[in-house]
C-alpha cells in the first residue's frame, strides 16, 4: 500500500481483556517496528521484524505481549489480560533496511489507540 | 542516563523567527541521526536525517550534527503557525532500532 496501515484506530476494551493490533507496512519494507506512545511520553521501543523473524523482542513490557508477522508482510501485536497501565497509543514503523548502509527512516502509521478501561 | 536527550519545552517563537531545537545522545557509535514532526494526536512524520557531521538544509529546516559532542539541532527558518508541533529526535545506534527523545514541544505565536 501507499503508507503504513494500522487497525483499529481506537480500541476500548475492559481489564483482563486481550486484544490484537494490527500493521500492514508499506510493502517491500522488509523491516516493520512497534512502539508505544504514553500520553505526554516519548516513543517505547516493543519489537523489531525483519522479514518474519524477530531478533530484537527487547521492549516486550511482559510476556502478556507478544506480536508475530507473516508473509513479510501484515504484524499482529497481541496483549493478553490487559491492564489499565496498557493503555497508550501503538504505533507502528516500516523502513527499508538496508544493513551496512545505515538507517533510512521509518515511515510511522496513523497509530492504534488503546484505552484499558 | 538516558540515550537521546531534548528539552521538553515548550519553545514559543513569534512568526517570523527561527527556533532551534537541541538533542544529545549517550552512545558515541551512533550513526543515523533523525529529526520527526508531531502534531497532536497525529503519528510522527519524518522531515529530516543527517548522517555526516556539519549541516544539512532542506527549505526552512536544517539539520546540525556534531559527532564529536554527541550533539544533533535542528533550526526551523522564518517560522509559521504550522510549524507547531512537538518535534522528536531520534538516533540509530545500531541498523535498524531508532532510540528516540520525549521531544520538544514548539508554539509559533502570529
Known amino acids: 500500500g501507499a503508507g503504513v496501515s494500522q487497525s483499529p484506530s481506537n480500541k476500548v476494551t475492559e481489564k483482563g481483556k486481550d486484544v490484537e493490533l494490527r500493521c500492514d507496512p508499506i510493502?517491500?519494507?522488509?523491516?516493520l517496528y512497534w512502539y508505544r506512545q504514553s500520553l505526554g511520553q516519548g516513543l517505547e521501543f516493543l519489537i523489531y521484524?525483519?522479514?518474519?523473524?524477530?531478533?530484537?523482542k527487547s521492549g516486550l513490557p511482559s510476556d502478556r505481549f507478544s506480536a508475530e508477522r507473516t508473509g513479510g508482510s501484515v504484524s499482529t501485536l497481541t496483549i493478553q489480560r490487559t491492564q489499565q497501565e496498557d493503555s497508550a497509543v501503538y504505533l507502528c514503523a516500516s523502513s527499508f533496511n538496508r544493513v551496512g548502509e545505515g538507517l533510512g527512516g521509518y515511515t510511522f502509521g496513523s497509530g492504534t489507540r488503546l484505552t484499558v478501561v | 542516563q538516558k540515550e537521546v536527550e531534548q528539552n521538553s519545552g515548550p519553545l514559543s517563537v513569534p512568526e517570523g523567527a527561527i527556533a532551534s531545537l537541541n538533542c544529545t545522545y549517550s552512545?558515541?557509535?551512533?550513526?543515523?541521526f533523525f529529526w520527526y514532526r508531531q502534531y497532536s494526536g497525529k503519528s510522527p512524520e519524518l522531515i529530516m536525517f543527517?548522517?555526516?557531521?556539519g549541516d544539512k538544509e532542506d527549505g526552512r529546516f536544517t539539520a546540525q550534527l556534531n559527532k564529536a559532542s554527541q550533539y544533533v539541532s535542528l533550526l526551523i527558518r522564518d517560522s509559521q503557525p504550522s510549524d507547531s508541533a512537538t518535534y522528536l529526535c531520534?538516533?540509530?545506534?545500531?541498523?535498524?532500532?531508532?532510540?528516540f527523545g520525549a521531544g520538544t514541544t514548539v508554539t509559533v505565536r502570529a
Open positions: 521484524f525483519q522479514g518474519n523473524s524477530a531478533p530484537d
Open positions: 552512545d558515541r557509535g551512533s550513526q543515523s
Open positions: 510493502s517491500g519494507h522488509t523491516a
Open positions: 543527517i548522517y555526516s557531521n
Open positions: 531520534a538516533v540509530s545506534p545500531w541498523d535498524y532500532k531508532l532510540s
